[in-house]
């Protein structure tokens, strides 16, 4: 069963940057959408980023991205590490949250979304704080 492990979380300034880290065990990162996402305290959980299926070719872009992160945050896939990354720049209080990663399994059938109930597997989080 996939497992997903969140890493890169911290304590940053505004406008500081930090990468977080989703590195998988027990299956390929390749195959399913990966997304973002992130829950501040008292708030709903949301959809960050997501990058499709490598199984999936389209001359669409393969990142989606929330509208609060556009141009600020930056997915990305290591196949070789089995790892998918979330570059975050120019950091706003407002992004401070608790991040996860998540897998959708049937990827390759359906569309990216950052629609959590897409979304099988899930990381425990990890805690990102944007305070000076």
């Known amino acids: 069963q996939l497992q997903l492990v969140e890493s890169g979380g911290g304590l940053v300034q505004p406008g500081g940057s930090l990468r977080l880290s989703c590195e998988a065990s027990?299956?390929?990162?390749?195959?399913?959408?990966i997304g973002w996402f992130r829950q501040a305290p008292g708030k709903e959980r949301e959809g960050v980023a997501c990058i499709k299926s490598t199984s999936i070719t389209s001359v669409r872009a393969n990142t989606m991205y929330a509208d609060s992160v556009k141009g600020r945050f930056t997915i990305s896939r290591d196949s070789a590490k089995n790892t998918v990354y979330l570059q975050m720049n120019s950091l706003k209080p407002e992004d401070t949250a608790v991040y996860y990663c998540?897998?959708?399994?049937?990827?390759?059938?359906?569309?990216?979304?950052?629609?959590?109930?897409?979304?099988?597997?899930w990381g425990q989080g990890t805690q990102v704080t944007v305070s000076s």
């Open positions: 027990g299956g390929s990162l390749d195959y399913p959408h």
């Open positions: 998540a897998a959708d399994p049937q990827g390759p059938f359906r569309v990216a979304t950052i629609d959590a109930s897409h979304y099988a597997y």
